[in-house]
């Protein structure tokens, strides 16, 4: 046992300075230097979609060879380009992208995605007119896909000569990356890379997701292929009249109006041009987007993707050709009690009462307005203008001839290195999926600069009470809040307490106190709020609303709350501010006392769902009120038992309130990887072994559907849960990735400020010898150097450890019942007889 006196006596000692620059790490590979492009690993050329691909080399397509597969090997993201080396006429190609291969088969690839515009191409399937030789680049940037395919829908034959992205994201491979993991298990290694993976793709670097609409000064706005992106100014409009200028270039153009910000559903209107032989692609489904026509839809979009639902409402007819190249003036009014017409050149093309349609639920003409352009499609918009519908004042006028609409729409070039829920969907910077991506990067790619800019960019959204936007977009000012606020933007109270996990990640990974001290007021806002938040009647949390289970008083919410307050009370150490040190401590505890007094049910020894759902639990529940340390080892061992009532294959089910008959239910990795920590932490490492092999084993297995990046959802047949909408490269599915790094290998972070940017750590490899390993090597970036350790289990039941260490710092040798102290020297090796 390392007693207090005696770490008080290493420290000086262990902080004799050394030359950090002497740390040279076993297994050290330099990093190569960063290539801009990405290109496929495989490719296949034939008349069908094909995974068994060969080396990639020119290939041409022509009438016997319509079609070809790449495969990337593992999800990239850019901007596609295509070399072509020959073509024989005009030839049109249909590209698809997706992160599974199954996706490909699908009519729209695995989107559209419009749940937000993201500054991508909000479309998987994207057409090229291709006239001659030479590089062609596509405009919008495909975020996240493994797989690609070009298929060939005119006569003609075209050869390329290279296929590939223009890197949005760090090109850095795998196996440069400075965190690493490695063991004799080559499951648990291709695991281990879905978390690295996702977190890579899924961050990315200011300035490099760059602006997706073009602003000329005499034709306005340019916009191409992306849902509708809203103003700033009109959160709150309402029986407006919406008038602007376009000229159709490509298709159609695409209008929203009463679409709150930061939510999907509004009234969503286009009007197809009369698609002219001579610029309309052969692949244009002309049932679903009729020539001369005005459609009219409710939702997200005109079609469906799984929970993105759009209620397709109506096709008007123009009654006359809507020429390309030629500006049309638009107007669309929306009045009171629900009248909504529509006037094209000063011809009524549209007049109804939205209510004689079904919707859902009454659709509300409130909420900004804004421009898009459908699949393939492209159109200019300018001299825009928005009057009262009632007393015709002009409320705005834009000519939408400057550079600065951009920010107004949100299609500005990023603004923040951040990181996103993932790189293909939703490309919001979520607060909640922080909590894992910040520990992943911690393991992996060491990209502590894309870490600070999320926090940086979370912190420009913090509003007065503390709270910051759950899912700032990346193409507006992060700064600019007010617009945000009514709709839900702040929202899920938990996910605040799930990015102060993030902040603690970043603070111990690097010890960045100067970073801490100069953003320790906005923090200390944020202590307030979730002190706040304790009811004083029963001393739980009682939120808005949560993600993670109930809002008031439930057991996941108040034990993630405790986990925030004793990281809280860690970082308030660290910056000196005892006052709040000593308020998170007698909160934490307080809070603890309080759930184990009224949530903890010892009939079903485990912690209840929420004290009005006493026979319910979760998986969330059991994973924080553990994790804390809330519970006692009576009640973990307990709750670890009654896990079995949540057990759903290939994994655990959120909550007991879900059915495991309905196949719907899918298994969340987010919350799973929640539990995986927790079951380590707790020393219950068969259990997690087990839960990394059934259900992060599913994203490795099959070729159809590994993206090579951790996923969103599975579900209950270990196939992708959401259907093609799924996310699968996303951080949240990523546990498993620092979870090995630290109880696999078993490198983890000394506790408390002591442990912060490694200046005390710990080596442990119980865990994995617990698991069966015989060999397990890991290597983490600390500000002093790599520390990494690498062990083998001999024949003889005999395991040899091997450490390398930063200079100045001091480590913790755990094995059994033994805990030693490691000091003053930078190479350890210790050799201990393995009790069975
Ligand atoms: C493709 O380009 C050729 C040559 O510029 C042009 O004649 C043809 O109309 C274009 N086709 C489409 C669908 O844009
Ligand atoms: C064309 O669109 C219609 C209407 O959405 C759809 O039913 C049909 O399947 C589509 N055709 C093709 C070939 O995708
Ligand atoms: C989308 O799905 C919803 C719910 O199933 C359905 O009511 C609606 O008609 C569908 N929309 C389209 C465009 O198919
Ligand atoms: C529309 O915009 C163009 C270009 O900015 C301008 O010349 C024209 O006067 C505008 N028309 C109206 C009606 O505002
Ligand atoms: C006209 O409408 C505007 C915008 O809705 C409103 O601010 C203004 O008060 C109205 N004016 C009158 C005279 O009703
Ligand atoms: C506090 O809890 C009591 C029940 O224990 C509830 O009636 C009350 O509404 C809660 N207060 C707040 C502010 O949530
Ligand atoms: C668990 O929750 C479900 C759904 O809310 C409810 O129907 C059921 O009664 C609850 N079970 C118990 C044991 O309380
Ligand atoms: C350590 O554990 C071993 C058995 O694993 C036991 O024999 C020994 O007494 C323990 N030592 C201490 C100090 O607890």
Redesign the pocket.
Known sequence: MLSLLKAAWIIPFCFSSLPTALCVPFNSKARSPPARDFFPRGLRVGTELDTETGDFASFTLDDTSLIATLDYGTERGGYPFFLVADVSQPVQIEVKYSESFVGLAQPWADGPYPFSTGLANSYRVETFNVTSPGRITAPLIQGGQRWESIRLVTSGSITFETIGLEATVDTTEIEDFPGQFSSNDEQLNSIWKLGAVAASTACVEEGTQLATWEIDPVTGAFIRSQRASQTLAGPLYSDYTLSFDTMIDRGGVWWAMAFPLARGEGLQLQLISDLPEGSTFANVNKTQTPANSVLL?Y?YD???QTTL????LDTFAVPFAVAEKTWHHVTTALSPGGRLSVSINGQVVVDISITDYWT?APVSFTGSFGFGAWQDQAAYIRNVSVSDTINGTVIYTNPMTSVDVLAEYGTQTNLGSVCLDGPKRDRLVWLGDFYHTARIIGSSTSRFDLTKGTLEFFLRTQIANGEMNIAPPMGYDPSITAPFTPFGSYGLSDYQLLGLDGVHSYIRQTNDLGFLRETWPQWKLLVDWTIGKVNSTDGLIYVPSAFLGPSQAGSAVSCLAVQALQQLSELAQAVGDDTSKSRCDAAAQALSDAVNRQLWNEDLGVYSLSTSDKGNFSVAGIAFCLASGVSTQHQTARALAALDGLSLSPGYKDSTAASSTDPTVVISPNTNGFLLDALFKSGAYTTGHQLIKSLWGTMVNNKQTSSGASWEYVDQSGNPGLSYFTSLAHPWGGAATYVLTEWAAGIRLGPGPEGFGYKHWIIAPEAGLAMGLQTASARVKTPAGFLAVEWTKSSKDEVTVRIDAPPATYGTFKFGNETKSLCGQIQYTLVRKISS
């Open positions: 839809s939702g005109f079609v469906n639902t759009s209620y397709y859902p």
